[in-house]
């Protein structure tokens, strides 16, 4: 584990910034493929930072509203650059609600801008597996075996390795220019969609490893139940998308 990277006498945190060298890599590579998907790179590009902007806020006002102790002694806390104090689950949910809103002020075509953005969201899912490595979060369950790594006094499952090489493998096959990623003739949002669905399964296979799942009624795992609807609708919306587009007719055909 590495949560602190020193620098000389610079102390800084090595999650966020492997999340920030994460994202710009993730943001570069998306913008590279928009072409395969008809879409914007300018677009991309503004629609990624306005999500990244709010999620950040987001996420600090998150926290703050289930710890607001601090925050109204000092009002300023919410400006102190403290990975720590973000709620990660509020940041997403409100960066994702303002790409949302951003691509609809826009009138970006949803499914296409999807597509495209998928090279980001490959990209994070890689990179927060390196960050909870770095971190010591999301950490295995206790295993003897021999590739276990000693974490918080245990031998464990390297539940973060599972998750980054899952994620590499994920990344692999949505890449532009496999088949699952070539759009000339399948509807748009496919590439988008059969992401949804890897990430899901993965994760209700790779949950079994984990050593801090959150439990509902003591006897299921949070994630597995959200990955089940999740995997769920990307593969009715994967049968939809797997219909090939109509051809476009050649001057030949269209001649009388």
């Given at each position: ?176 220019g496999r088949p699952v990623a070539q759009h000339s003739r399948l509807r748009p949002g496919f590439r988008f969609w059969v992401f949804l669905a890897l990430s899901a399964g993965a994760r209700l296979f790779l949950e079994t490893f984990r050593g801090d799942s959150t439990l509902v009624w003591n006897a299921f795992r949070q994630a597995q139940l959200i990955a089940w609807p999740v995997l769920a609708v ?23």
């Amino acid at each position: 584990m590495l949560p602190i990277l020193q620098i000389g006498p610079l102390a800084l945190p090595a999650p966020a910034l492997i999340l920030l060298v994460g994202f710009w890599i993730g943001l570069d590579l998306a913008e590279k493929h928009a072409h395969h998907f008809g879409a914007d790179p300018k677009a991309i590009y503004n629609l990624a930072l306005v999500a990244m902007i709010a999620g950040l806020v987001g996420a600090r006002f998150a926290y703050a509203a289930q710890s607001p102790g601090p925050f109204l002694e000092n009002p300023l806390n919410l400006l102190t650059p403290r990975p720590q104090m973000l709620d990660s689950a509020g940041g997403t949910m409100i960066g994702l609600l303002a790409a949302l809103v951003y691509g609809w002020l826009r009138k970006l075509p949803l499914w296409s801008t999807l597509d495209a953005a998928t090279s980001l969201l490959s990209a994070l899912a890689v990179t927060l597996g390196l960050v909870n490595f770095a971190s010591g979060d999301a950490f295995g369950a206790p295993a003897q075996l021999p590739w276990a790594i000693q974490l918080w006094g245990e031998a464990r499952h390297p539940s973060q390795v599972y998750e980054t090489l899952a994620a590499l493998l994920i990344a692999a096959i949505v890449w532009p220019g496999r088949p699952v990623a070539q759009h000339s003739r399948l509807r748009p949002g496919f590439r988008f969609w059969v992401f949804l669905a890897l990430s899901a399964g993965a994760r209700l296979f790779l949950e079994t490893f984990r050593g801090d799942s959150t439990l509902v009624w003591n006897a299921f795992r949070q994630a597995q139940l959200i990955a089940w609807p999740v995997l769920a609708v990307s593969l009715w919306q994967i049968g939809r998308r797997l219909e090939p587009l109509p051809r476009p007719a050649s001057p030949e055909e269209g001649a009388p």
